[in-house]
Structures are given as structure tokens and as C-alpha cells.
């Protein structure tokens, strides 16, 4: 079964420290890996997209990383700021045209003062 | 910067009541999703439009939920009659052409409460 699975559920961090959260998949034919940010009451907002033969990719103070051998993937974010509480969400598609993306259930971040 | 429209944000009404969702996608996409997403977990595709057909609808609730893109543009999401279990953010996306190639756009979701 296609699955998409993060860790941790929940993290709370300092502000100006970094973190990293995971993913693993089972999806396959694997397509792109993307993560997405949702702040609380908004929709999600793409912050990397990885095809396969990219290994890492970098949006500002957010990287993302894929081991498309191991099906993982992290988001490492650098001096983490009070505007990054949300939920980061992972999301892989597979190889075909039409086929549904399918989401984790997100990791809820909270950075406070 | 081109945005998908939803509306409204927030929608209260009472169970067995009918609600009505609506979504505006980027202009020139083709494709159109609608997700249901409850509260701390990841967003489940309910539809997804190509034009005006619908391509997926699997996971729609067909004995209460409808939806339609008459024009291959804009889209309405409706719930007839709304029960409890049906309170949620609906999120609205839209993408060039499918999802595995192209990025999907996320509209900011209705959420929707039923008392």
C-alpha cells in the first residue's frame, strides 16, 4: 500500500535553532517528493519539489534531502523563526499521469520565544 | 502572483442543512482537486477535474456530496444533507496538468463546522 509516513508528530524548538523532520515512503513508481508548508487555517504552500535524481534541494533557510534508495526524505530548517510554526506536510506522487498524490500527516512545528 | 480563490473561509450550519463550496483555480489550469482535510491529519482527495470531466472521484461520498466544473473553470463542492462527521477544512487545488508533473496549488480552504 502507498504510504506516506513523518516523524516526529509534534516538535516545539527554540527560536533560532534548526530541526529536521522526516519522512519515509513506500510509494512507488516513485515521481517527486514534495514538502509543503500550511500554516493553521490556510492551504498548503509548496516549499521544494525533488524528482529522483535529485538528492537535495534548498528554498532559503529550508532544505530538503532524498535518499530515493532508502524512500527518505528530510526537511532540515536553519535558525528556525517564530514565523515557522505550521504544519510541514510530505507528499509523493508516483510515476504516472493521473494517479493521487499521497500526503503524510504532517508534522505540527511550534517555535517559541 | 495568481492564486486559487475559495469561498467562503468559514461555513456553520446545522446538520441535515446543504452546503455549498466554491473555488476559483488558477487561470489556464487544467486541473482541478478537492480535498477534505481533518483537523492533524493530511489532506484526502475527495474529486479531481481535468477540464470538466471528473477523472477520480473514488473517495467522494456520492450519497451526500456532488461537485461540478460545468465550464472547466471554476468549481463548486456541495454537501447534502451535512452531517457531524463532515466538519473539516476543504481545500481546493489546481495544477497545469497532472500532479505528477506539475505543482499543485492549494487555495486557503474552507472550514467548514456542523452543529
Given at each position: 500500500k502507498?504510504?506516506?509516513?513523518?516523524?516526529?508528530?509534534s516538535?516545539?524548538?527554540?527560536?533560532g535553532?534548526n530541526c529536521?523532520?522526516?519522512?519515509?515512503?513506500?510509494?512507488?513508481?516513485?515521481?517527486?517528493?514534495?514538502?509543503y508548508?500550511?500554516?493553521?487555517?490556510?492551504?498548503?504552500?509548496s516549499?521544494?519539489?525533488?524528482t529522483f535524481?535529485?538528492?537535495?534541494?534548498?528554498?532559503g533557510?529550508?532544505?530538503?534531502?532524498?535518499?530515493?534508495d532508502?524512500?527518505?526524505s528530510?526537511?532540515?530548517i536553519?535558525a528556525?523563526?517564530?514565523?515557522?510554526?505550521?504544519?510541514?506536510?510530505?507528499?509523493v506522487s508516483?510515476?504516472?499521469?493521473?494517479?493521487?498524490?499521497?500526503?503524510?500527516k504532517?508534522?505540527?512545528?511550534?517555535?517559541?520565544? | 502572483?495568481a492564486e486559487?480563490?475559495?469561498s467562503?473561509r468559514?461555513?456553520?450550519?446545522e446538520?441535515?442543512?446543504a452546503?455549498?463550496?466554491?473555488?476559483?483555480?488558477?487561470?489556464?489550469?487544467?486541473?482541478?482537486?478537492?480535498y477534505?482535510?481533518?483537523?492533524?491529519?493530511?489532506?484526502?482527495?475527495?474529486?479531481q477535474?481535468q477540464?470538466?470531466?471528473v477523472?477520480?472521484?473514488?473517495?467522494l461520498?456520492?450519497?451526500r456530496?456532488?461537485?461540478e466544473?460545468?465550464?472547466?473553470?471554476?468549481?463548486?463542492l456541495?454537501?447534502?444533507?451535512?452531517e457531524?462527521?463532515?466538519s473539516?477544512?476543504?481545500?481546493?487545488?489546481?495544477?497545469?496538468?497532472?500532479?505528477?508533473?506539475?505543482?499543485?496549488?492549494?487555495?486557503?480552504?474552507?472550514?467548514?463546522?456542523?452543529?
Amino acid at each position: 500500500k502507498n504510504q506516506v509516513e513523518q516523524s516526529p508528530q509534534s516538535l516545539i524548538i527554540l527560536e533560532g535553532k534548526n530541526c529536521t523532520l522526516q519522512c519515509n515512503y513506500t510509494v512507488s513508481p516513485f515521481s517527486n517528493l514534495r514538502w509543503y508548508k500550511q500554516d493553521t487555517g490556510r492551504g498548503p504552500v509548496s516549499l521544494t519539489i525533488m524528482t529522483f535524481s535529485e538528492n537535495t534541494k534548498s528554498n532559503g533557510r529550508y532544505t530538503a534531502t532524498l535518499d530515493a534508495d532508502t524512500k527518505q526524505s528530510s526537511l532540515h530548517i536553519t535558525a528556525s523563526q517564530l514565523s515557522d510554526s505550521a504544519s510541514y506536510i510530505c507528499v509523493v506522487s508516483q510515476n504516472s499521469g493521473n494517479t493521487p498524490l499521497v500526503f503524510g500527516k504532517g508534522t505540527r512545528l511550534s517555535v517559541i520565544a | 502572483e495568481a492564486e486559487v480563490a475559495q469561498s467562503p473561509r468559514y461555513k456553520i450550519t446545522e446538520k441535515s442543512q446543504a452546503v455549498a463550496f466554491w473555488c476559483d483555480p488558477i487561470s489556464g489550469h487544467a486541473t482541478l482537486y478537492w480535498y477534505r482535510q481533518i483537523l492533524g491529519q493530511g489532506p484526502e482527495l475527495l474529486v479531481q477535474f481535468q477540464d470538466e470531466s471528473v477523472v477520480d472521484d473514488s473517495q467522494l461520498p456520492k450519497d451526500r456530496f456532488s461537485a461540478e466544473r460545468l465550464k472547466g473553470v471554476d468549481s463548486t463542492l456541495k454537501i447534502q444533507p451535512a452531517e457531524l462527521g463532515d466538519s473539516a477544512m476543504y481545500l481546493c487545488a489546481s495544477s497545469f496538468l497532472s500532479p505528477t508533473l506539475n505543482e499543485q496549488f492549494f487555495g486557503p480552504g474552507t472550514r467548514l463546522t456542523v452543529l
